[in-house]
C-alpha cells in the first residue's frame, strides 16, 4: 500500500519540464507531439514519447496549450435569468444537465474540456460580459443556448471575433454551425398523434416568440391540422411564453371557448404541466376529458406521466461540441447545419376522446 501511495505521488510530481528533459528538447517540442502537431521530426515525436512513457507523464491542460493557439477548452453560454429561474423553482427542469452531460462527455473524449458561463441575454452590457468570458477562459470555441443562439449581438460579436461556435436548437439561417431537433415536424407528429386517437378540436399553447423554434412548433401544428379532415382552427391557438404562469392563463383561455378543446399540445412541459392542472382545477379529469402532450420531457412531464416529445439535449450538445473540436483541428468539411432526431414518449395523459 504505501508502496502504491508513493508511486501515484511521483507521478503526479512529473511535469513537462521533467519530459523535456529527458528526450533533450524544448518544452514547445514536446507539446507540440503531446497535441500531434505538425514540424516534428518523427525521430523526435518517438523520443519525446518514449520519455513520456518512462516518466509515466500524464500532460496538464497548460502543457497542451503551450505548443500552439489551441487552449483545447469550449464555453457554454446560458441565459443567466432563465438558469437562474429555473434552478430556484425546483420544478424539476434539467435541460441544463442534459446540455453540460451531452458537452461535457464530447469533450472528455476528445482531451478537451467545457466551462459553462451565464449571461443575460437582455443586458444593454452582453457585449462586454461576452467579451469578458472570452478574454478569461481564451476558448477554442463556443457552445450557444437559446436565446443566445438567436441573439445577433452574441453571433455578431463572435463572428467579428473570428470565434467558432456552435447555435443549440437554432434553425436560423447564420453564421456559425446550427445544431436543432425538426421542431416543426415533431409538433406534427405530436399533433398527428392526437388526431389518431380521435381527437378533433385540438388546442395549442405556444412558447416565447424570443425563440425561433416556438414559431417552428407551431407551424408544425398548423401544418398537421391544416392537412386533418377537421381543418385548422385558430381560435385554438392560446399564446405563452415557456412560463408556467402563461400555461395556466393559455388554459383558462382555451377552456373558455364555447368548444373547447379535448386534447391540447404545449410547447414545453412547464406550460403542459399547467394545462394538466389547471384542467383539474375547473373539474376535468385527465385524459379522460382532456388529452395533453408536452414538449422537451424533462423530469416533469416524466413524474406527472405526461406523453411528450423527447428534445434530444445531450446529443444536440454533443454534436455542437463535435463540430467545434473538429473545426478547430482544422476539419473544413462540416455541415453548418446539423438535424438530430427528436423521441416521442406516449404515458398516461393521452386517451382516445369520451365525448
Known sequence: MAQGIRD?????????KHVAAEAGVSLQTVSRVINNEPNVRPVVQERVRAAVAKLGYVPSLAARRMGGSRSYLLMALNDRDRTIEGWKSGEGTDWVDQMLMGGMLKCEAHGYRMIFELVDTHSDHVDAAVRGAIAALHPDGVILTPPHSENPAITGLLSQLGLPFARIAS??????????????KAAAFATDHLLGLGHVRIGFITGSEEYAVSGARL????????????????????????????????????????????????SNDRMAHAALRTARRNGLAVPADLSVISFDNTPLARFADMTAVIQPIAE?????AELLIRSTAGDAELPRQSMVDFGFAPRGSTAPPTT
Open 8 to 16: 501515484q505521488s511521483l507521478r503526479r510530481a512529473v511535469t513537462i
Open 171 to 184: 434553425i436560423a439561417e447564420g453564421d456559425g454551425f446550427a445544431v436543432s431537433m425538426d421542431d416543426a
Open 219 to 266: 407551424e408544425g401544428y398548423r401544418r398537421a391540422m391544416s392537412a386533418s379532415a377537421h381543418g385548422l382552427d385558430e381560435t385554438l391557438v392560446a399564446r405563452g411564453d415557456f412560463s408556467y404562469e402563461s400555461g395556466v392563463a393559455a388554459m383558462e383561455t382555451l377552456l373558455a371557448l364555447p368548444s373547447r378543446p379535448t386534447a391540447v399540445l404545449a
Open 316 to 320: 444536440m450538445s454533443a454534436v455542437a
